[in-house]
């Protein structure tokens, strides 16, 4: 069911699987309960890159061949669904936990595989696609315990996933906003910051194509009740794009990874990550053509890139950068726990974290989170403005964060020494230590850890090192 030889292996490398994931997470989206996670939980919109590359991970870990590591991934995500719970717009409960909810995710993902394979003018025959289905039945049975939420079989497969598409899907904010505002306005992945001209032309062209082509590829009866354009053209073009995609498969083994290019795109410019360096070197090459088109041709300046710090060193971002940059995980204006809970959700992710570090961590969040209600939330409804934060111009490094920082160097340091070392701090950072940033012995004291971190917290300064880890996209 998992591993090498499964179907899901086959199809986890496939460039077709990408257009399929766009798909599959619109129909998620479209489910009232998950549409309302989204929106009032999940860091797709601030955060697309970061999402995409911890979803792969996850996806490779739940789906590999390794037992032990597949039922870890599952406790966390059973951990982590556990808590994204609360009521919608319309006063309609959510829970990430719901065992229908749940099956629909996986449901959508298995018929967005079949429908890729169809698409692009290779379907799968039917014993292919019932192993696939039984695949995906065991990844749920792994989160559930069961799967008795998905049908038992291929054959009442199909009316479960017509009924929920005519019945309960609805044309929710998180699905009109991935398929209409996070392509148009997706900001760049790490590594092309630099190039913020060259991004925006290309998101410019590719962002409404992706949308319009992922409407064509939904069930026509949801296009319909959900009122969304039929484009003349767009479904030749629609499948035009997954034959082009499967044609990356003919490539020599090895050059089409799905989760090695997800870590490429997410890396950050400053990492000692090799690949980094490559594509950095790819990127200076890149500008220096762009600059010699712009003699050339008479096209407007590109707007100059925000300052980075050098390695291990500082630069400042005004209140209202922070603001929107570090705190508003979620992206909707506003500061409250689920932004919080974000950054909570990231570090234990990283760090890979059990029971009971990953409840400490949380807790040392929630007590930050009270106690900045508390000091900043100036008109009482239960969130903080970006108005109500710049106009404080707090101090932020207060008792609980303060704790944040403490608990975070505690998990952080897996053999509890009272250090950070290398092998520790790239878990965190994902990149080795800068010159200057450990002691001479080449750790991290916990005294400047913390200084650090409330530095970056309180101080508002750019840091190479919790730059890419809460602020980068």
């Not at 989206?29 to 009032?40: F, R």
């Not at 979620?330 to 029971?355: I, K, V």
């Not at 508390?374 to 932020?396: I, K, N, W």
Request: glycine share 6%.
């Amino acid at each position: 069911m998992f591993g090498p030889g499964s179907q899901f292996h086959a199809l986890f490398n496939d460039p077709r699987w990408a257009l399929a994931m766009i798909r599959a997470t619109v129909l998620e989206a479209a489910h009232p309960q998950i549409g309302a996670a989204l929106i009032e939980n999940s860091t797709f919109v601030v955060h697309p890159w970061r999402r995409l590359s911890n979803t792969f991970m996850s996806l490779r870990r739940m789906f590999g061949a390794d037992e032990q590591v597949r039922q870890r991934e599952a406790a966390r995500l059973n951990r982590m669904h556990a808590r994204l719970r609360g009521t919608d717009a319309r006063e309609r409960p959510y829970d990430a936990m719901d065992p229908a909810v749940r099956a629909w995710v996986v449901a959508t993902m298995f018929e967005s595989a079949v429908t890729m394979c169809r698409l692009s003018g290779e379907p799968l025959d039917q014993a292919r696609m019932e192993q696939l289905y039984a695949e995906f039945q065991a990844f749920l049975a792994t989160m559930e315990g069961d799967a008795s939420h998905l049908p038992p079989t291929l054959d009442e497969f199909w009316p479960y996933y017509d009924r929920v598409v005519a019945e309960e899907l609805e044309n929710t904010e998180a699905m009109r906003i991935i398929l209409y505002k996070l392509f148009d306005h997706l900001p760049a992945p790490p590594l092309l910051n630099g190039l913020p001209a060259l991004w925006a032309t290309g998101r410019a062209v590719a962002g409404p194509v992706i949308g319009a082509i992922t409407v064509a590829s939904l069930p026509e009866p949801f296009r319909r009740r959900a009122g969304l354009p039929e484009i003349a053209g767009v479904p030749t073009l629609m499948q035009g794009a997954y034959l082009a995609a499967g044609l990356a498969r003919f490539l020599p083994e090895g050059w089409i990874q799905a989760d090695t290019i997800a870590e490429m795109v997410t890396l950050s410019p400053d990492s000692d990550d090799p690949r980094a360096r490559t594509i950095s070197a790819l990127r200076d090459q890149m500008k220096r053509a762009g600059a010699l088109i712009r003699l050339i041709t008479p096209l407007p300046a590109e707007p100059e890139p925000e300052p980075q710090p050098a390695a291990g060193g500082t630069a400042r971002r005004s209140a209202e950068e922070f603001f929107a940059d570090v705190l508003d995980q979620t992206g909707d204006g506003y500061l409250d726990w689920p932004d919080l809970a974000a950054m909570a959700r990231e570090l234990s992710g990283r760090l890979d974290l059990d029971e009971p570090e990953e409840t400490r961590l949380y807790d040392a969040y929630a007590d930050w989170w009270r106690e900045l209600q508390t000091a900043l939330d100036a008109d009482g409804d239960g969130r903080v403005s970006a108005h109500e934060y710049a106009a404080a111009v707090p101090s932020l490094a207060g008792p609980a964060l303060i704790r944040v920082a403490e608990v975070l160097f505690d998990v952080t340091d897996k053999d509890g020494n009272q250090r950070i070392d290398a092998d520790e701090y790239r878990a965190l950072f994902r990149t080795g230590f800068h010159r200057d940033a450990p002691g001479a012995d080449a750790t991290y004291s916990r005294s400047a850890f913390v200084g650090d971190f409330l530095s970056f917290m309180a101080g508002r300064r750019r840091t190479t090192a919790y730059d890419p880890l809460l602020a980068q996209a």
